[in-house]
């Protein structure tokens, strides 16, 4: 079960139906970039438990293009925090942050 993928297209078109034309799947698709990798309509993404960074990107480009906004202008907190509530025993997507110590 650790290895389930999640094709994008599949994904898109099942939250959001109708809407998930090409050019939204496309453009999702064109904004979700991890290491250097991007993403096609047709790709699977890897499990959020071992590749939360990969989910993360996927969600922020699908906020971003709904709501027709840069990527830069999604507030991560905001996201990360929703994700967290939304699937409260799943991997946090913000696993690679470190947490600052106080001086």
Request: with cysteine; charged share 30%; hydrophobic share 40%.
């Amino acid at each position: 079960m650790q290895y389930r993928r999640f094709c994008i297209r599949r994904v898109l078109v099942s939250w959001f139906g109708a809407e998930a034309t090409d050019d939204f799947i496309w453009e999702v698709c064109f904004n979700t970039i991890v290491d250097d990798r991007q993403y096609y309509g047709l790709d699977e993404l890897p499990a959020p438990s071992l590749h939360p960074r990969a989910s993360r990107e996927f969600l922020r480009a699908v906020v971003a293009v709904r709501l027709n906004i840069g990527m830069r202008k999604v507030n991560l907190k905001a996201l990360d925090r929703a994700y967290s509530e939304a699937f409260p025993h799943s991997t946090p997507l913000n696993v690679n942050k470190k947490k600052r110590e106080p001086p």
